[in-house]
């Protein structure tokens, strides 16, 4: 049982280029969602999911798409990138949404930089 | 924006009690207040949640306040590897019923040997 994997660890990119976050989770977890991290401020949710084929935005959803065409995998794509979106980026998952005790599970990060 | 507010440091000796204060005093009746962990860079880690009642595992103990304005994180004899930021979060529920957790900036404890 893996958890949470992403990949890739660390990117660099250049400004416009594209790329896909990889997030993947074995423990049939239905919810899963993607945040961000920046020096002086808490981790922000970007987008969601709760089931294969239902996404919708969290507070920062602009200049990234989501998709969700599995239960495992929750894909992040970044379509032109800005030096604004240079962060660490974290998936979650966890069983459901609507239970208080659906705890999240975090996956280890991935840190990306655009210049 | 954030709907909790926390110390941004604290100090604890190793072995001794950490006690982690949050202030969410704008807090609705059916929301949770949950508490994670991040270690270095690492991904958060869910440590603890509570509705009304104290909340007890293995980890840690939750104390809410009566009117649950305000809670306490307790790691009852912190280590050297509970250094980390805690973040108090309150579940809210959007229109569908659907949980967003609202981070604010946490705690950075600093457990001393």
């Known amino acids: 049982n893996a958890g949470v994997t992403q990949t890739p660890k660390f990117q660099v990119l250049k400004t416009g280029q594209s790329m896909t976050l990889q997030c993947a989770q074995d423990?049939?977890?239905?919810?899963m969602s993607w945040y961000r991290q920046d020096p002086g401020m808490g981790l922000r949710l970007i987008h969601y999911s709760v089931g294969a084929g239902i996404t919708d935005q969290g507070e920062v959803p602009n200049g990234y798409n989501v998709s969700r065409s599995t239960t495992e995998d929750f894909p992040l794509r970044l379509l032109s990138a800005a030096p604004s979106q240079t962060s660490v980026y974290f998936c979650?998952?966890?069983?459901?949404?609507?239970?208080?005790?659906?705890?999240?599970?975090f996956g280890p990060g991935t840190r990306l930089t655009v210049l | 924006d954030a709907k909790t507010t926390q110390p941004p440091s604290m100090d604890c000796a190793e072995g001794r009690a950490a006690n982690l204060p949050c202030n969410h005093s704008?807090?609705?009746?059916?929301?949770?207040v949950y508490w994670y962990r991040q270690i270095h860079s690492q991904g958060p880690q869910y440590i603890i949640h509570g509705l009304k009642n104290n909340e007890t595992n293995e980890m840690a103990s939750l104390i809410i306040t009566e009117d649950r304005k305000s809670s306490t994180l307790i790691l009852p004899h912190a280590t050297l590897r509970d250094t980390a930021v805690y973040y108090c979060?309150?579940?809210?529920?959007?229109?569908?019923?659907?949980?967003?957790?609202?981070w604010g900036l946490g705690t950075s404890l600093a457990v001393n040997p």
């Open positions: 704008t807090i609705s009746g059916n929301e949770y």
């Open positions: 423990m049939n977890h239905e919810y």
């Open positions: 979060i309150v579940r809210v529920l959007n229109a569908g019923n659907n949980r967003k957790l609202i």
């Open positions: 979650a998952s966890s069983y459901s949404s609507s239970r208080p005790s659906d705890t999240q599970y």
